[in-house]
Structure formats: structure tokens, C-alpha cells
């Protein structure tokens, strides 16, 4: 599904992908915008884990009824982490690209 942002009078569509995935032996669909799928997908790479195995792992440990909602939020941590992280480290950080 495509929805449009607006942003600085520009307009954009954000395509959401909806996803099946087995956790602890369940399948179920998440719908998620592909930038979040992209971005989860690196981190399990990261970490070792595959995609299934870290979505079952943000979904014990989730806090909110939501998965696409949890996942959103790890995704965002984490990146706010590694931003932190840099900025203790006196590390330049690239200006973020433009998503909107």
C-alpha cells in the first residue's frame, strides 16, 4: 500500500509491505514501510540473524501490543544508538539522507 507524505510542500508515496513470518512456530503478517524492512534486514545481518530470528526475538521482548509497532521501535533504537554511540566517539556522522 502507498500512502502519500507531504514535506516541505514535496510529496512523496511510502510503500508498506506486508510480510509473513514464522514466530515460535506461528505464522503471522506484519506490514511494515519498506525502509524499516530494508533497515531490519541489515541489522539482523549485522547480528548475525535471520530475519525470522530477530523478529522473534523483538517480539519477546516486546512492550507494546503491536508487532509492526515493536519492530518499528527497534529499528529506531537501534539507529539512535549507533547516532549516540558516534557522537561520544567524536565520529563525523554523514547528514541523513532525505526519506521524505
Known amino acids: 500500500m502507498k500512502s502519500p507524505v507531504s514535506r516541505g510542500g514535496r510529496s512523496r508515496e511510502v510503500s ?51 508487532l509492526s509497532s515493536a519492530i518499528r521501535l527497534f529499528v529506531l533504537g537501534v539507529y539512535r544508538d549507533q547516532h549516540r554511540q558516534d557522537r561520544t566517539r567524536g565520529t563525523s556522522v554523514p547528514e541523513a539522507r532525505e526519506t521524505f
Open 16 to 66: 508498506d509491505s506486508k510480510r509473513s513470518i514464522v514466530i515460535a512456530g506461528h505464522k503471522t503478517s506484519v506490514s511494515l514501510e519498506d525502509e524499516f524492512w530494508n533497515s531490519l534486514k541489515e541489522i539482523a545481518g549485522e547480528r548475525g540473524m535471520t530475519l525470522a530470528e530477530l523478529v522473534a526475538a523483538i517480539d519477546r521482548n516486546r512492550q507494546h501490543a503491536n
